[in-house]
């Protein structure tokens, strides 16, 4: 299970959607109520088998991370996904 985590306020992620793109796993969503020069955080956690959130998943690029978002369609890029899924998957066992 993949999270996404949004620190925020008044702030809505929507139309969350995931398609796999060679190793890399892209996520796409919609934001909107963002105010001008307000500061967010965006950022993707995982889970294996129902147990803790674990995170955040580092090997991320594209609309994450604490910055000023904007309303708007966004995307972020999970790279090696299938890399870090297995290392995930070995811990776990």
Do not use: W
Request: glycine residues 8%.
């Amino acid at each position: 299970v993949i999270t996404l985590c949004f620190f925020a306020q008044s702030q809505t992620v929507s139309n969350v959607d995931s398609y796999q793109e060679g190793t890399n796993i892209v996520i796409t969503y919609q934001l909107t109520g963002c105010q001008a020069n307000q500061q967010s955080g965006l950022f993707i956690y995982y889970s294996v088998n129902e147990d803790r959130f674990m995170g955040p998943i580092k090997t991320v690029t594209g609309d994450v991370g604490d910055k000023l978002f904007t309303d708007g369609a966004k995307k972020a890029v999970l790279h090696e996904f299938l890399s870090l899924a297995n290392s995930i998957l070995k811990k776990s066992t």
